[in-house]
T-cell receptor, first 107, second 114 residues
Framework: RKEVEQDPGPFNVPEGATVAFNCTYS??????FFWYRQDCRKEPKLLMS???SGNEDGRFTAQLNRASQYISLLIRDSKLSDSATYLC????????FGAGTRLTVKP | ETGVTQSPTHLIKTRGQQVTLRCSSQ?????VSWYQQALGQGPQFIFQ???????GRGNFPPRFSGLQFPNYSSELNVNALELDDSALYLC?????????????FGPGTRLLVL
């Protein structure tokens, strides 16, 4: 079983759509959780950290369920510029990445 | 920008050769991690250095080795290159010790092994 598993995707959605990404992790001792965004042929960049209480940053909402070892990312009112690969990242002594889910937002 | 730089940006090697990739972290970032990202995959953790000592290692063979220097630069060395080593190699740094803090990535080095 992979340490971090994500929806395989790809997701192709129209502008304005709401899209949700799911992620599960295997190490129950994991201490930190993140969503990173990676544009084509670029390095990953932090989108947001994920907290147990859930957190929101504009159109983006992240949720963490430690009991189920599950993380989610919700993007509302999708923009063309949201097209990218979204990486779920789980930290313990180091950081482990999921394979990523590609999102394409179309006009 | 993250302030993390990597060199070279691209590299072509042949099977069996050795390669050294370099990373320069932000001043004050005591931890550097190296990742391998194959096409269509997420980054895979290779190893992590904290204040010039290895502080964790992923599932990579010993021919992957590293160094970290006092001036916040680091190296990834790969011996006996294999075709499957073709990938994007990323370094990431952060100020603390643990790997669970937000990491700041460099732009990566694209390695092609022929």
């Amino acid at each position: 079983r992979k340490e971090v598993e994500q929806d395989p995707g790809p997701f192709n959605v129209p502008e304005g759509a709401t899209v949700a990404f799911n992620c599960t992790y295997s190490n129950s001792a994991s201490q930190s959780f993140f969503w990173y965004r990676q544009d084509c042929r670029k390095e990953p960049k932090l989108l947001m950290s994920v907290y147990s209480s859930g957190n929101e940053d504009g159109r983006f909402t992240a949720q963490l369920n430690r009991a189920s070892q599950y993380i989610s990312l919700l993007i509302r009112d999708s923009k063309l510029s949201d097209s990218a690969t979204y990486l779920c990242v789980v930290g313990h002594n180091d950081m482990r990445f999921g394979a990523g889910t590609r999102l394409t937002v179309k006009p | 920008e993250t302030g993390v730089t990597q060199s070279p940006t691209h590299l072509i090697k042949t099977r069996g050769q050795q390669v050294t990739l370099r990373c320069s972290s932000q001043s004050g970032h005591n931890t550097v991690s190296w990742y391998q990202q194959a096409l269509g995959q997420g980054p895979q953790f290779i190893f992590q250095y904290y204040r010039e000592e290895e502080n964790g290692r992923g599932n990579f063979p010993p021919r992957f080795s590293g160094l970290q220097f006092p001036n916040y630069s680091s190296e990834l060395n790969v011996n006996a290159l294999e075709l499957d080593d073709s990938a994007l190699y990323l370094c990431a740094s952060h100020p603390g010790r643990g790997g669970e803090e937000t990491q700041y990535f460099g732009p990566g080095t694209r390695l092609l092994v022929l």
